[in-house]
């Protein structure tokens, strides 16, 4: 089952504040687990960053590149909107990054270690184009992030970019690769806010 992009979206999110609160890649320089966290993943062309503009309502919180897999920190984003107050994690990007095999490793093993030991982490939201096939990549991230009992929201970015009869066959493809619920699938675009809504019902839901 596919959903549209405003399928049972109410009203706007209203971000009150949003804010960069620490960038680091080792645990001491982590905030305090005093706050839920979900933290955003995808490939180092996905449009991550711009995603992550949209949700909290800012053109640089999180800066954007044309150089992909520039994010190599975790960036901790604090944000406040009505009824929650929560971190959003910008997790480094992967795939495409033109680094190392050592680089890879280092990245790898930040990421395993905030996602399998921080306390707080709530969910994760992994981002997907919409226009590509999902390789072994996201495969396996979420297969470990089901195995860690971390839910986990796909978000198909840039579907603005694909036409109506494209779109359902890139999609069918998408859900048949990365098996996560139907209300866990939403279709988004950070150019024209499509889902975004949505989005953030689906994360204010699993805090």
């Known amino acids: 089952m596919l959903l549209e992009p405003g399928a049972r979206d109410s009203a706007p999110v209203k971000i009150h504040s949003a804010e960069i609160v620490a960038s680091a890649v080792a645990p001491d320089g982590w905030p305090p687990e005093d706050l839920p966290e979900v933290a955003v993943m995808g490939r180092s062309n996905v449009g991550k960053s711009s995603l992550l503009n949209r949700m909290v309502a800012r053109r640089q919180l999180?800066?954007?590149?044309?150089?992909?897999?520039k994010t190599r920190l975790l960036h901790f984003y604090e944000v406040a909107l009505a009824g929650a107050r929560l971190r959003l994690v910008d997790l480094p990007g992967y795939g495409y990054a033109k680094v190392s095999?050592?680089?890879r490793r280092r990245w790898r093993g930040m990421i395993e270690a905030y996602l399998g030991e921080r306390q707080n982490l709530r969910a994760a939201v992994l981002l997907q184009d919409a226009r590509r096939d999902p390789q072994q990549d996201e495969i396996d991230l979420l297969a470990w992030?089901?195995?860690?009992?971390v839910p986990t929201v796909v978000a198909l970015t840039k579907v603005d970019k694909l036409k109506a009869k494209e779109k359902v066959k890139?999609?069918?493809?998408?859900?048949?690769?990365?098996?996560?619920?139907?209300?866990?699938?939403?279709?988004?675009?950070?150019?024209?806010?499509?889902?975004?809504?949505?989005?953030?019902?689906?994360?204010?839901?699993l805090l």
């Open 62 to 69: 999180a800066r954007t590149s044309s150089t992909p897999g």
């Open 101 to 103: 095999q050592q680089e």
């Open 145 to 149: 992030l089901s195995e860690h009992q």
């Open 170 to 205: 890139r999609l069918r493809a998408v859900e048949a690769a990365l098996p996560v619920q139907a209300d866990w699938r939403i279709q988004t675009s950070a150019k024209t806010g499509v889902g975004v809504d949505r989005l953030w019902q689906v994360v204010i839901s």
